[in-house]
């Protein structure tokens, strides 16, 4: 084949092209893997299936296909399409070319996403016994199009062999090497379409490096027990690195498990994996080893902080497969999840806990879950949305959880007022009647998330709200200032 000059998406011609388009589904056509994406759904619903997804595995990967497509009931409307190629897509269909979709997913799972844009002649995919993929994907278009010519659409390197037998090449969102790879073997390129933003920058906000701001309650205790020295210092930063490590690995996890309800959130829709600007398979493998750097390090400090890290991710692992669609008992695990850190942080430096701090904490923490909760439901009520996709909560619900959150967000300040009034802080500050002075920061913080709540001005989540609002670091620098200054 001659080598043409590879060049941007433009307009298709009205002219009819009478070579029949083939194009493929997965990473082409739509953003994601319906495989994953199938898997993950019904992982969400039975975690058991996994060992029974292995059994299916070992009778072959088109069985495996089958027996998930069976079981899910994927939200079709809302796939990501690869908006460009879908729109040439459509001006080609109504010019009167024949397309046809190729496909290695399951049958059940390509026909609805070939039904919802209404443009394809006809529909190949996998059936249980046949996986359509590579050489018997190429073998199913030639006796389709009775070996004569056709395009093909792809995105991946085994699609490669199929350019090769094809008229002209049509590459989309391409695998690393893809487009190098294609060039170097001289196919004819029609169009290249690519839409995904830049790599690193999409991987950063899937990582949610922002959200490791919540492992600095790590260093609570280095303040609470006076421990100012440089190996307390080293080791918290280590803590702070695997909590972040494992933390990101979880938001990764969360996010897998959650397409669908994030497909139908105002924001969380624009999530990477959701709006799929990162393909499905490379967050899986990019999850495990996030986790083992994580629990890496962790070895590394004692044997309490690695529990304490394994207690974490267990919770947030049952959080995310279950306790996140039960009413209160999430926001209570949303708390936990905040004062666990603290607890890991005391074991990293090896100092005892006490008790207040954990009142504290628990009180604190569950008036800020409670914030965003009441946060989404608004977020929902402004959509003239009843109930919250993927969780038990009616918008009605907004006055009793408010008014839980406020109770909570004061009765921490209580706990507080009676640690400064115990034999305790007498003990372990110089000057404990400074200490009244982070009541009224408190008082005056608390209000304001709850207010800024109201107001519908609230983030998602609260601690990365507070971290960009300029008059809660006011309140911070006070707090740490009058506690410094009692010691």
Known sequence: MSHKRYQAPKPASASHDSVPLFVDLDGTLIKTDLLIESAFF????????????????????AHLKEEIAKRSALDFAVLPLQQDFVEFLQKEASSGRILYLATASDRRLAEPVAQRLGIFKRVLASDGHNNLKGKRKLEAILNCCNDAAFDYAGNARVDLEIWAKSRRAIVV????????????????????FDDRPKATKTWLRAFRL?????????????LTAHA???????????????????????YLLNDLLDLVSDRHHPRKCKRPFAAGDIDLISGVFAMVALFVAGFALALQLSEQFLITLLAYLALTISYSFYFKKVVLIDVLMLASLYTI????????????????????SMFLFLSLALVKRCTELLAMQRLARDTMKGRDYLVGDYPILSAMGVAAGYLSILVLALFISSPESTSKYTFPVLLWLLCPLMAYWVSRLWLKTARGEMHDDPLVFSLKDQASWIVFINMMMVTLVAI
């Open 173 to 192: 969102n391409p695998s690393s090497g893809v487009v190098a790879a294609a060039k170097k073997r001289r196919y004819v390129v029609q169009h290249v």
């Open 341 to 360: 850190r603290i607890v890991a942080g005391a074991f990293a430096i090896a100092v005892p806990l006490s008790s207040w701090l954990l009142g504290f």
């Open 42 to 61: 019904l992982l969400k619903k039975q975690p058991w299936m996994l060992l029974q997804m292995l059994f299916w595995l070992l009778r072959g990967k």
């Open 210 to 222: 922002h959200q490791w701001a919540k492992n600095v309650l790590l260093a609570v205790p280095i």
């Open 228 to 250: 100012f020295n440089f190996s307390a210092i080293f080791e918290i930063a280590m803590a702070f690195t695997a909590f972040g490590l494992v933390a990101s690995a979880t």
